[in-house]
């Protein structure tokens, strides 16, 4: 019973945490999903379960170690080019024109959950694309959580020299 009650009060503080941390909202819905995820974290470091896991990183000091390792199992970093078709729309009908009667001189975007950053380069494609009227001198930053996505984003980021300038850090 007791240790019933232990591994709920574990779920409840990750769920916390995770939410505290990035925003990612973690329903009992999902639990079974973020588990199988954690059971293999769990398993590479060689424990038995994901409650003994849970115990290991709030009971005996291995939060700060996993953290990053959480993140990286609780995200969803699905993505693909012009995944959102709307998104693009808008930029290519709303944003580009109104920054175009704003006389600024140059856009600044942000993909702020980039993943990989197939989301920076559709947007990309799109300033390109209006840009060959009237060239647009555009900015875009893309960030993500996981480390691990921002590691491929930056060994994805390989272009000809002079096409573009592509900073990864
Ligand atoms: C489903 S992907 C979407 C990627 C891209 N925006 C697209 O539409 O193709 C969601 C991304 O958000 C990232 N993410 C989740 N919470 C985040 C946060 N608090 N800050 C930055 N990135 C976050 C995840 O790591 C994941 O790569």
Redesign the pocket.
């Known amino acids: 019973m007791r240790h019933a009650a232990e591994a709920a009060s574990h779920v409840t503080r990750l769920r916390e945490l995770v939410y505290k941390t ?3 909202k973690m329903p009992p819905s999902k639990w079974s999903m973020v588990e199988s995820r954690l059971r293999r974290r769990s398993a590479a470091l060689g424990m038995d379960s994901v409650e003994d896991y849970l115990r290991f990183v709030f009971d005996d000091g291995g939060l700060d170690r996993e953290m990053p390792h959480i993140i990286e199992r609780i ?6 080019f012009f ?2 078709p709307e998104h693009f729309r808008i930029l290519a009908e709303r944003v580009i024109p109104e920054f175009r009667l704003s006389g600024r001189r140059g856009l600044k975007l942000w ?5 990989v950053g ?2 920076a380069w559709s947007a990309a494609m799109v300033l390109a694309e209006a840009g060959r009227e009237k060239p647009i001198d555009f900015a875009i930053l893309g ?4 480390r691990a ?1 921002s590691r491929r984003a930056a060994a994805l980021c390989t272009l000809p020299p002079n096409s573009t300038r592509c900073h990864t850090r």
Not at 111 to 115: D, H, V
């Open positions: 990035t925003g990612i995200t969803t970093n699905k993505t693909d995944r959102e993909s702020a959950a980039a993943s197939a989301e960030t993500d959580i996981s996505c």
